[in-house]
């Protein structure tokens, strides 16, 4: 089994934990588009926080390990929802992010973009 097809069951049986997870609670009934959309910005933001009055070195070198926990824990649950968002709404996750990656390649051509952060507009 190749590398992608063992990282795409993976993500298929996490899916399903998930579901299986919110369906043992009897969350299905809360975890609507809208809900899920929101609770994903809530744990964005909880991951944003972690960071808020770092300067750019200290994000790189000084989470301690309690620090770098609670980033694992934040991003987990941003995953979480992400699956979760994707469940609800029949989103194929990985072929929507292949699919966003192809466009972004034809939108910000590598010779014209390469070590710039400029809005493609401005190309």
């Given amino acids: 089994m190749s590398e992608a097809a063992n990282q795409t069951d993976k993500l298929h049986l996490l899916k399903q934990k ?8 009897d969350w299905e009934k809360f975890h609507t588009p809208k809900n899920l959309s929101m609770a994903l910005t809530v744990e ?10 770092l300067d750019p070195q200290e994000a790189f070198t000084d989470l301690s390990d309690k620090k770098k926990t609670a980033v694992e824990h ?4 941003i995953f979480i929802y992400l699956l979760r968002f994707c469940s609800v709404t029949g989103i194929d996750l990985i072929g929507a992010a292949e699919e966003k990656l192809k466009h ?4 910000y051509p590598a010779e014209l973009v ?5 809005k493609y507009t401005e190309y």
């Fill in 18 to 25: 998930v579901d299986a997870f919110s369906k043992a609670r």
């Fill in 44 to 53: 964005a933001s909880e991951l944003m926080e972690i960071f808020q009055w």
């Fill in 74 to 77: 934040e991003v987990a649950d």
């Fill in 104 to 107: 972004n390649a034809e939108k």
């Fill in 114 to 118: 390469k070590g710039q952060s400029k």
